[in-house]
């Protein structure tokens, strides 16, 4: 079986997500010693040289090479393409871009905008082209067989052909963190990142402290925020940076947190955190109890910053619970996440998909 994976326009080998997610795959796949080759432009070639699996570029002829063509994200051009070559097509949805224009889709009845819960002036229903584009999205997904990132996100997209197989990645523990009251966060400073409640339940913690990784919009929102609540010598900001030295940030602490106030489909940083071993608390939102489940870490209400507080200080307290936790969360990451049994589930989705 000969598998085309597509990452992706714009995506680099070491850049969020998604980017791992087909890093992962391809590692998982040449293990079950799978024919696969990468279709991406040539950031990918320094990982495709390594892995040893061909980079091809994205044409008719090289579609026309496989058994099954895997497109990974939004993608409708590569996969109307490989429908129109009679090639079957596999979309990996990352996001909520086959519901939401604006790939947000905050709540249930609309993308939450201003603090809406209506719809916002990027709904299809208010926009010809929108209803028109959203409209082409799922009149291709209907001649593919989609896989969601969790359960959640397949409940949401509402897809036909629809399958939910959480997004791979390894477990890599580690020893016991370098400093007791280090709390981390890793992400994007944007509001749907909740990171403005993180420091509210920082001030209510009086003897931990708090990095933060990542930059964005509301960076000058949270340094004014952290000097009204008088917490510049507990809270450092350490900028963007490499997965490298994020690894090395969630070594360092003792507490993951992940705050998110909207849906995350899934959640590489939390993903993380359980792969190192280290306690992880989340918000209670998307595809957060899934991956966290009632065992693997802790999970918080969304937008209550005591409540959060609260959590935070059982789980610095309590050593006991939290190594049992944190043994939890890499077994469940060697078990269900690891890029070998991930790439066992999409296999034999291949092989259900070409039968078909």
Same mark, same amino acid.
């Given at each position: 079986?000969? @598998? ?21 795959? !391809? ?43 895997? #497109? ?50 990027? &709904? ?9 584009? %959203?409209? %082409?999205?799922? %009149?291709?997904? !209907? ?21 939910? @197989? ?9 020893? !016991? ?5 280090? @709390? !981390? ?59 490298? *030295? ?8 003792? #507490?993951? &947190? ?74 469940? #990451?060697?078990?269900? *996440? ?19």
């Amino acid at each position: 079986m000969r @598998i085309l994976l597509i990452p992706g326009t714009g995506l680099a080998p070491q850049h969020g997500g998604q980017s791992s997610f087909c890093r992962y795959l !391809a590692e998982g796949l040449l293990e079950l010693n799978h024919s696969v080759e990468i279709a991406a432009d040539d950031g990918w070639a320094d990982f495709c040289n390594q892995k040893g699996i061909p980079l091809r570029t994205r044409d008719t002829r090289t579609l026309n090479e496989f058994d099954v063509v895997h #497109v990974n994200g939004p993608g409708t051009r590569d996969a109307a393409l490989g429908l129109l070559l009679g090639k079957k097509v596999v979309l990996t949805h990352q996001d909520y871009r086959y519901l939401c224009p604006a790939n947000t889709a905050w709540t249930p009845n609309g993308c939450g905008a201003n603090g809406s819960s209506g719809p916002c002036r990027f &709904c299809p229903a208010r926009d010809l082209r929108s209803r028109a584009h %959203m409209r %082409m999205l799922r %009149m291709t997904t !209907a001649f593919c067989s989609n896989v969601a990132i969790s359960s959640y996100v397949l409940q949401r997209l509402a897809l036909p052909n629809g399958h939910a @197989i959480l997004s791979p990645i390894r477990a890599e523990p580690n020893s !016991a963190p370098h400093d007791s009251r280090l @709390i !981390a966060f890793a992400g994007r400073l944007a509001p749907e990142k909740g990171v403005i409640v993180l420091i509210h339940a920082l001030a209510q913690l009086p003897d931990a402290r708090l990095e933060i990784a990542g930059d964005g919009s509301m960076l000058p929102l949270l340094r004014q925020l952290v000097a009204e609540l008088g917490l510049e010598t507990r809270v450092r900001f350490l900028g963007n940076l490499p997965l490298e *030295l994020v690894t090395d940030l969630y070594r360092r602490a003792t #507490v993951v &947190c992940v705050p998110s106030i909207w849906h995350e489909p899934f959640g590489y940083a939390a993903a993380e955190a359980l792969a190192l071993g280290r306690a992880l608390v989340a918000s209670d939102r998307g595809a957060f109890p899934e991956l966290v489940g009632r065992t693997r870490g802790w999970l918080c209400r969304a937008e209550d910053p005591s409540d959060w507080a609260n959590t935070l200080r059982t789980v610095l307290e309590d050593d006991d619970e939290r190594a049992r936790r944190c043994r939890e969360a890499v077994h469940f #990451v060697a078990t269900d *996440l690891d890029p070998l049994p991930v790439a066992r589930r999409y296999a034999a989705l291949y092989e259900k998909h070409i039968g078909g």
